[in-house]
Every structure is written in structure tokens, then in C-alpha cells.
């Protein structure tokens, strides 16, 4: 099985601790974080064609791929690096490049299949981003409005009565709700004790 199936399936996952945010994009949105490798993150928006995979975006996109010798669908360097890394065999589960997918609401999720197996289209984003210890960390690139995930609810969501948009504050009683309902508890507690004369 894949690395990248492997490596979610056992390693927690964080959220980024800092993230920028991406240009808005009417192709699919492509992101390489070398993280401790060094370097910010670089965002491209490539237009798909038909039958492109997720390693033809990269490379649309100026990123190119070397694989694992004895696995050719796992990515063992971007651009290179790491430089040291030998692509005979898998790389260790500390020291890896982890690929990453949206859907449309910009959400990132663990991808569970490698990237010349899936299929990114158009408002989509497509990352990988470098690991180097145990804890898998989602991108830190916020695509947000780039793939159409609304900041804030659309207008049209809501009629123009302000009555009828969702309220932050819980909604206050009357004044005479409280003393009514102490009148009642004494009301009640003293039927009570008549009847039990």
C-alpha cells in the first residue's frame, strides 16, 4: 500500500499552526510547502485538461516529480529535494512529502490514493506539503475564497428583515417573565401544603 494511505492512516493530524491565504483561481489550485526543507510555499493555478492526474498539474505548474524506484506512484523528491534523499525505497514515515486535496468548501483532506492516481478538477486545490516527524500537518495555504467557499453567508441566503438573520446573542425574555414564574412556583408549593393539612 501507498505511503500516503499508510501515513494517514496512522499519524495524527494537525492543523497548521500559521497560513496564508491563496489568490483566487479558476483552474485548480497547486501548492508545494517545503516546510523544514526551506523556502515558502509556492501557489500556481493551472488549468486542467481532460485526463490530467495530479502529477500532470505539478508539472504544469513548474514542479517536477522524481519517484520511488521500486514503487513509481510515490513522490520521493519536488523539485529536487530533498536532495539527500535516496528514491530506491519508500521514504521513512518522518521524512516524506504528504499530498493533499480540497473539495469545495477549500477543506484540505489526506489524499488516499497517490498523485498520479487522482483526479483534480477545476476549483479544486491539489498540495503537497513536506513532513519531517510524526505528526502530519495539513497545509498551511488557505484557499478559501479561491476555490468559492463563502467568508461569510451570501446575502441572498437571508431577506432583507433583519428578523430573520441567525443572531450571535441568545435572544432576551420580558422583564415580568421572572417574578411571574416565582409567583407560580409559590403558588404551586402552597397548594401543596394546603392539601396536605
Request: glycine fraction near 8%.
Amino acid at each position: 500500500m501507498a505511503l500516503a494511505i499508510l501515513a494517514g492512516a496512522t499519524a495524527p493530524v494537525v492543523a497548521p499552526a500559521s497560513a496564508s491565504a491563496a489568490e483566487a483561481c479558476d483552474g485548480v489550485t497547486v501548492v508545494v510547502e517545503p516546510n523544514a526543507l526551506g523556502g515558502e510555499p509556492e501557489v500556481t493555478c493551472v488549468r486542467p485538461d481532460e485526463g490530467d492526474t495530479g502529477a500532470d498539474l505539478f508539472e504544469k505548474a513548474g514542479h517536477p516529480l522524481t519517484y520511488v524506484t521500486s514503487m513509481p506512484s510515490v513522490v520521493c523528491r519536488i523539485d529536487g529535494r530533498p536532495k539527500t534523499a535516496g528514491c530506491a525505497q519508500m521514504p521513512p514515515a518522518d521524512a516524506y512529502w504528504s499530498l493533499w486535496v480540497t473539495d469545495d468548501s477549500g477543506a484540505w483532506s489526506y489524499a488516499s490514493r497517490n498523485v498520479t492516481e487522482i483526479s483534480v478538477t477545476s476549483g479544486q486545490g491539489v498540495a503537497f506539503t513536506w513532513i519531517d516527524d510524526d505528526v502530519v500537518t495539513a497545509p498551511a495555504t488557505v484557499l478559501g475564497d479561491a476555490v468559492g467557499a463563502p467568508s461569510s453567508p451570501s446575502p441572498e441566503l437571508f431577506p432583507e428583515d433583519s428578523d430573520s438573520r441567525p443572531s450571535a446573542e441568545p435572544e432576551q425574555l420580558p422583564a415580568w417573565v421572572a417574578p411571574a414564574g416565582i409567583l407560580a412556583l409559590f403558588s404551586v408549593a402552597g397548594v401543596v401544603w394546603w392539601r396536605r393539612r
